[in-house]
């Protein structure tokens, strides 16, 4: 009878150890896969962004430019909000390509940036030409009822606090023209983070990385809730 209970409790303390051991690899099996998960795309990204995978001259960096701008240019929506190029003036992206080169316009995305290094004038315009004659449909996705209020401070400023309107030098249509970028179909966040940002990003430089000191005012002198009324009415055109 004891035998019987001791080969009874033997064989129930065996099952519980093997039932700890099994709980013990499932609680493995997942930070593992997600090694596994995250080796193998730092892997796929290294031979993506290697030297050999875009080839070189202007289709590599062009390829570089997508891989956070969009296939078509349109920009990218997510943690870190990326500019919508297509159909931008190609003075304008030529003038800000030197920026970010020369120092005079500071990017936060440091580690992105850096890949315009290298970029010189000939490559330069072949890739402002290229994102210029891109035109895919804007993301547009602000809010709604901001737009009325942003169309009539673009069309005609705000007198008030001496903001001149912004159709005056970007054009009626926001697609500017030369060294004043096209503001259409920009992306919302992207128009937020350029005017609260303004001071930080682009400085005192003034024509000297082809922004008007102008910006500089109108920025400074736009609320918050004015800024997103703009951002909202340029996101939708076209």
Known sequence: MIRGLNLRYALRLSARRTARIKLDISQLALPVAILTIGFSGVGRAADMGGPGFYGGGSQGKIGYCTDCHGPSGQGYRGFLTMPRLAGQTPEYLENQLRA?????????????????????????????????????????????????????????????????????????????????????????????????????ERGQNGMTSGNPTVMQRVAHSLSKSQIAAVAAYLSNLN
């Open 100 to 200: 970010f080169v020369e120092g005079t316009r500071e990017s936060h995305n440091g580690m992105i940036m850096s890949r315009v290094h290298g970029v010189g004038p000939s490559m330069g315009s072949a890739l402002a030409e290229q994102f210029a004659d891109l035109n895919p449909r804007p993301f547009g996705r602000a809010p709604g009822d901001l737009v009325s209020e942003g169309k009539l401070i673009y069309e005609e400023g705000v007198p008030n606090d001496n903001v001149p309107a912004c159709s005056v030098c970007h054009g009626p249509e926001a697609r500017g023209h030369g060294p004043i970028p096209r503001l259409a179909g920009q992306l919302y966040g992207y128009t937020i983070k350029a005017l609260t940002n303004w001071s930080q």
